[in-house]
Structures are given as C-alpha cells and as structure tokens.
T-cell receptor
Framework: EAQVTQNPRYLITVTGKKLTVTCSQNMNHEYMSWYRQDPGLGLRQIYYSMNVEVTDKGDVPEGYKVSRKEKRNFPLILESPSPNQTSLYFC??????????????FGPGTRLTVT | SQKIEQNSEALNIQEGKTATLTCNYTNYSPAYLQWYRQDPGRGPVFLLL?????KEKRKERLKVTFDTTLKQSLFHITASQPADSATYLCAPYSGGGADGLTFGKGTHLIIQP
C-alpha cells in the first residue's frame, strides 16, 4: 500500500529537549516536505527536498532542521524545541516531473506539545 | 508577495445543493492549481489538479474551474452530501522551478442534512 508514515503520532516534551520526527514514504517519490498546521494560520511549509541531499527552506524554517540521506526518509529535527513549536506537523511526498510538483501524499500527522 | 485567499468563514450548504468554494490568488502565475480535502486531525488528501490551459476539470461530483485572467479557481461539489463536510484547500503552483508548494488556509464546508 502506497503511504507516508510519521512517527511518533503524538509527542509531549519539554523546552530544549532535542527531538526527531521521522517520515518515510514507499512510493519512490523525489519530492518530500514538512508542514506545520496551526489554527487560523493554515498549512505552512517548513522545509522541502527535491531529492537526496537537496533540501531548501520553506516559509517557516526557523528552529527546524532536516536531512535527506535516503530517498524514502525525511526526518524533521527540533534541536531545542520551544512552546511556539507546539503544533500539528505533516510530512508529504510527491513525484517531481518536468512540470513540477504533482499531487502530494500526506502522512497522518504528528501532534507535538512543548511545555 | 504571493497571496492565496479562500473564504475564512464556514460555508453551510443544504444537502443535495451545489457547494461552490472560491480560491483567489495574487502575485502568482500558477502553471497549475491543486485542490485538497482535509478532515479534522488528518492529513490533506489530493482531489484534483487543473492546468493553466484547462478551463474546467471534472471528477465524479467535483468540478474545478481555473480563470487565469481573474486569478481565481472555483471548486464545485454537486449533489452535496453530509459526508462532503470537510475543509477544502487550494494550492496554486508556479511549476517547473524549485519552489515549495503553498496552500491556502482552506474553507470549512458544512453540508446540512
């Protein structure tokens, strides 16, 4: 079954404690991205990756890191989480063709609370 | 800067009627535009993609139009059902380059039985 998986699905942590949210896709997609979703602000892109070892900042990259060492995995790293990073996070993947990014497949989401 | 506008207020429609959602964009020249459905607490699900040279696209009870002159896309659900209740997001994309994909904030659609 084609899917994007994220782990953990729920996480409560404390300020400053480094954490990683994993994302994996089994569709051999070139393009992967991370979004956060907050009430009233909608989906905002954090980082995206066009392919292995190619990453770029989205609209709200501050406080986050990513890496793309393998095509299927795109972890999101919070080196020193703060309460303003409390949010619902989504990972997504897509083929990237000559016309650009096609339909994105989203993961189930990770609800992060930083106290 | 690029801006995407969708109705921020919930749209209430009676079951069986046609629901029409609007997506306006500024400072964009999208090569295509995508529509997604999102249920509470879940990831968005892709519905339709329409290209700039297509005026209209249909899929079952869904219809999308794309007017590059008005800088607007309309999303229609005909014969609406309570199960169509969700938030609908539009995402214009300039295409070809290494840009990220930006989403509108979405319109919450409620179909009343």
């Amino acid at each position: 079954e084609a899917q994007v998986t994220q782990n953990p699905r729920y996480l409560i942590t404390v300020t400053g404690k480094k954490l990683t949210v994993t994302c994996s896709q089994n569709m051999n997609h070139e393009y992967m991205s991370w979004y956060r979703q907050d009430p009233g602000l909608g989906l905002r892109q954090i980082y995206y990756s066009m392919n292995v070892e190619v990453t770029d900042k989205g609209d709200v990259p501050e406080g986050y890191k990513v890496s793309r060492k393998e095509k299927r995995n795109f972890p999101l790293i919070l080196e020193s989480p703060s309460p303003n990073q409390t949010s619902l996070y989504f990972c997504a993947s897509s083929f990237f063709g000559t016309s650009g990014i096609y339909e994105q497949y989203f993961g189930p989401g990770t609800r992060l609370t930083v106290t | 800067s690029q801006k995407i506008e969708q109705n921020s207020e919930a749209l209430n429609i009676q079951e069986g009627k046609t629901a029409t959602l609007t997506c306006n964009y500024t400072n964009y020249s999208p090569a295509y535009l995508q529509w997604y459905r999102q249920d509470p607490g879940r990831g968005p699900v892709f519905l339709l993609l329409i290209r700039e040279n297509e005026k209209e696209k249909r899929k079952e009870r869904l219809k999308v139009t794309f007017d590059t002159t008005l800088k607007q896309s309309l999303f229609h659900i005909t014969a609406s059902q309570p199960a169509d209740s969700a938030t609908y997001l539009c995402a214009p994309y300039s295409g070809g380059g290494a840009d990220g994909l930006t989403f509108g904030k979405g319109t919450h659609l409620i179909i009343q039985p």
